[in-house]
Antibody
Framework: VQLVESGGGLVKPRRSLRLSCAASGFTFDDYYMSWIRQAPGRGLEWISYISKSGDNVYYADSVRGRFTMSRDNAKKSLFLQMEGLRAEDTAVYYC??????????WGQGILVTVSS | AIQLTQSPSSLSASLGDRVTITCRASQGITNGLAWYQQKPGKPPKLVIYDASKLQNGVPSRFSGSASGTDFTLTISSLQPEDVATYYCQQFNSHRFTFGPGTKVEIK
């Protein structure tokens, strides 16, 4: 199982950014997937998860209405479109594979820094 | 939403010591609880799921238990490679929650 995030970087407040997560080593469309983030020096915060087909997506209150999670099963890829970014969105963003209700595989993470 | 608290927030123990970390839920958990280990600069790693089941490849010195809304992660004999921060996690009503973490160090 391999999950590789990309698309992070430095972005100004109120701007947008799109993260991607490329999956390999498993049958991607057999699994729910999720994004989790970790602010510098802080704990883990779940932000969204998506069903196998992509028809159902759920968000944490902190990002609902600003972030959109999607997936492309043909390309074995996961996406996180982030709008209206704030300083408090600065974090390492991980994509994670869900098995039952647990994250059994994680990417290495990608840093998003929101600063003017 | 179910809140998770962990105690202690950090601990320092000697090699070979038995280490216990507690995670308390604000209400009953019906969908299981997991424990993750995170080493500095690395992603978390699933250690225990369903409160007491050991994830494949995790050393048997790790164990988990549950009693009501209290969950415990135990390391039976602390090893240098166990230095990490440990998080508990639960799922309820389409939301995942993590505990604040417990940092484990060697004395």
């Amino acid at each position: 199982v391999q999950l590789v995030e990309s698309g992070g970087g430095l972005v100004k407040p109120r701007r947008s950014l799109r993260l991607s997560c490329a999956a390999s080593g498993f049958t991607f469309d057999d699994y729910y997937m999720s994004w989790i983030r970790q602010a510098p020096g802080r704990g883990l915060e779940w932000i969204s998860y998506i069903s196998k087909s992509g028809d159902n997506v759920y968000y944490a209150d902190s990002v609902r209405g600003r972030f959109t999670m999607s997936r492309d099963n043909a390309k074995k890829s996961l996406f996180l479109q982030m709008e209206g970014l704030r300083a408090e969105d600065t974090a390492v963003y991980y994509c994670g594979r869900l098995v039952q209700n647990y994250f059994d595989s994680w990417g290495q993470g990608i840093l998003v820094t929101v600063s003017s | 939403a179910i809140q998770l608290t962990q105690s202690p927030s950090s601990l320092s123990a000697s090699l070979g010591d038995r280490v216990t970390i507690t995670c308390r839920a604000s209400q009953g958990i019906t969908n299981g609880l997991a424990w993750y280990q995170q080493k500095p600069g690395k992603p978390p790693k699933l250690v225990i799921y369903d409160a007491s089941k050991l994830q494949n490849g995790v050393p048997s010195r790790f164990s988990g238990s549950a009693s009501g809304t209290d969950f415990t992660l135990t390391i039976s004999s602390l090893q240098p490679e166990d230095v990490a921060t440990y998080y508990c996690q639960q799922f309820n009503s389409h939301r995942f929650t993590f505990g604040p973490g417990t940092k484990v160090e060697i004395k």
